[in-house]
């Protein structure tokens, strides 16, 4: 039995359109991508609508909100990331859901308001088999916030954990987890894990998609040369690093680390190291409420 002509015609011509229109959602989801991260949301959300798919522009609206949170708008992010959260909510879309939550919990950390960040990220926590991925994201995140809160042991055990669940970490994850790595054994003193686990977290930073991670890298690198006795160069290392940060939650948290090497400085007799560090720290503080000194040096040595 022969196929008639037509049907082949019509066949390669269906799967011709098919093959345009998949290219075509391919197109506007990377030039949606490459306008959010230039900054230009309403550019982004623009190529995003042309998908003609609501879910690849639900998705388009997480990509958005990333990039505003990134250049330190996470107010912006946090409203965005609602609306995607409600919008996957009504349709049941569990992985964008999640996916959601997982980067609401983050602006929300941000902001400094830890207590309604943690009961969300552990939700997302809950699902941890059906969704590895987003559960490695929220279980750094819940990571951060005990070593922001001072939980330095809860911090490294659930760092642990967060190594055993993600599979195949990107390099803004992985990075993330050696930084975290890197800090608490800086603030044991275990100075040669410290310096392994920045290697690798510098090594990550450079594909990162977050270009702060780097400056993030060269302030703990400063702290732990100068907790070796290397003064000068730590010094250089942690107000260069500190001076490139832009995002007013990361200025503040900047801020944190100075305040504290300065103590130590001040309690070492570096004198004038501690009169380098605190106008630098002064200058980075916020809107948000940092430590005292003493506690601002607990980050960084036990």
């Known amino acids: 039995m022969t196929i008639p002509s037509w049907v082949y015609y019509q066949?390669?011509?269906?799967?011709?359109?098919?093959?345009?229109f998949m290219c075509w959602n391919l197109l506007c989801q990377w030039l949606g991508r490459a306008r959010a991260r230039a900054?230009?949301?309403?550019?982004?959300?623009?190529?995003?609508?042309?998908?003609?798919?609501?879910?690849?522009?639900?998705?388009?609206?997480?990509?958005?909100?990333?990039?505003?949170?990134?250049?330190?708008?996470?107010?912006a992010a946090e409203k965005r990331f609602r609306e995607v959260f409600d919008d996957s909510r009504r349709r049941r879309d569990r992985e964008l859901e999640r996916l959601a939550l997982v980067n609401l919990?983050?602006?929300l950390i941000t902001q400094g308001r830890t207590v309604e960040?943690?009961?969300i990220l552990e939700w997302v926590v809950?699902?941890?088999?059906?969704?590895?991925?987003?559960t490695a994201t929220a279980l750094y995140n819940l990571a951060w916030i005990a070593f922001l809160e001072g939980d330095f042991e809860g911090a490294g055990r659930r760092t642990a954990v967060v190594r055993g669940a993600a599979r195949r970490p990107g390099p803004d994850l992985a990075c993330l987890m050696s930084l975290m790595e890197a800090r608490l054994a800086t603030r044991a003193g275990r100075f040669d894990e410290a310096r392994r686990s920045l290697g690798l977290a510098e090594r990550h930073a450079r594909t990162a998609v977050d270009p702060g991670l780097a400056d993030q890298v060269r302030v703990a690198e400063g702290v732990l040369d100068?907790?070796?006795?290397?003064?000068?160069?730590?010094?250089?290392?942690?107000?260069?690093?500190?001076?490139?940060?832009?995002?007013?939650d990361r200025r503040d948290l900047a801020a944190r680390w100075l305040s504290g090497l300065a103590r130590i400085a001040r309690e070492q007799g570096d004198e004038a190291g501690a009169a380098r560090l605190?106008?630098?720290?002064a200058g980075l503080r916020g809107m948000l409420p940092i430590p005292s000194p003493e506690d601002c040096a607990a980050y960084l040595r036990a």
């Open 39 to 75: 900054g230009d949301y309403a550019g982004a959300d623009r190529w995003y609508q042309l998908t003609f798919n609501h879910r690849q522009r639900m998705g388009g609206w997480v990509n958005i909100a990333a990039a505003q949170a990134l250049a330190g708008d996470p107010v």
């Open 278 to 281: 605190e106008p630098a720290a």
């Open 11 to 20: 066949a390669v011509f269906l799967l011709g359109l098919l093959a345009l």
């Open 117 to 119: 960040a943690t009961p």
């Open 226 to 248: 100068y907790r070796r006795g290397d003064r000068e160069q730590g010094l250089a290392k942690v107000l260069a690093g500190a001076g490139a940060v832009r995002p007013a």
């Open 126 to 134: 809950r699902g941890w088999r059906r969704h590895p991925r987003e």
């Open 105 to 107: 919990g983050a602006s």
